[in-house]
């Protein structure tokens, strides 16, 4: 049993060995996945109802990187990537407001879309395993506040009465953000059978919003979690 089992760890190093691309050699990789996104010291305050600090959101990512081995443990890449990013917010929590008239709130997203260019380096410490780091510049697509409201009565019983009908509401504009985004991405990957898994997370540079709001210290925080396929050129 010890032999059979030792055989498939062998055998298994060295497929994933060999499906490494020899050095001088050129790979693409499309990638799918998610982004796991937060801004940091962000909240949301709307008509003067706060309903506290962003909290994460998951997000499509999704693109390709042109990858070149540079030695057997050295590689770099180049890569273009959608992603979702942003936060949400918090329901309403009116369970311990005075009776009078209120506007609750709910699935509040701040949505923002960025079109991100990682270039990356990847360090290889044992077989399909590397550890990578590098810097992203993201430029912005979309900014949009996304949430849904209805105004509501709390009776002295403690009986709610919504007073009118929950309304979608969107405001999409990118005048108080930056366009363009850096940050530095660090994560590691696994490579099998030309498929490969990336886990990431992007350490944010930038304020995301312009000089009006700059004492406003908001960051984007990102994990990303994505597969691939390698394609040898």
Do not use: W
Request: glycine letters at 8%.
């Amino acid at each position: 049993m010890k032999r059979i089992i030792l055989s498939l760890a062998v055998a298994a190093m060295t497929a994933t060995a060999s499906a490494q691309p020899e050095p001088g050699t050129f790979s693409v990789i499309p990638r799918v996945g998610v982004a796991i996104a937060n801004i940091s010291n962000e909240t949301f305050v709307y008509d003067g109802n706060s309903l506290g600090s962003g909290k994460y959101r998951e997000g499509l990512s999704a693109g390709a990187d042109l990858q070149y081995q540079a030695t057997d443990m050295l590689a770099l890449s180049l890569g273009v990537a959608y992603a979702r990013q942003g936060c949400k917010y918090k329901d309403s929590d009116l369970s311990t407001a005075n009776p009078g008239s209120y506007t609750g709130y709910s699935n509040v997203r701040n949505n923002l879309d960025y079109l991100n260019v990682p270039l990356m380096g990847h360090l290889y410490f044992a077989p399909g395993l590397s550890l990578n780091a590098g810097v992203q510049m993201g430029f912005l697509l979309h900014s949009s506040l996304a949430f849904d409201m209805a105004d509501v009565t709390i009776n002295k019983d403690g009986s709610y009465t919504y007073t009118s009908q929950a309304e979608h509401v969107e405001n999409s504009s990118t005048d108080l953000n930056k366009k363009v985004d850096f940050s530095i991405p660090v994560g590691v990957s696994f490579e099998y059978a030309n498929v490969v898994v990336d886990f990431r997370y992007n350490i944010g540079l930038t304020k995301i919003y312009k000089s009006v709001l700059n004492d406003i210290n908001s960051r984007n925080k990102v994990f990303a979690l994505t597969v691939g396929y390698k394609l040898d050129l």
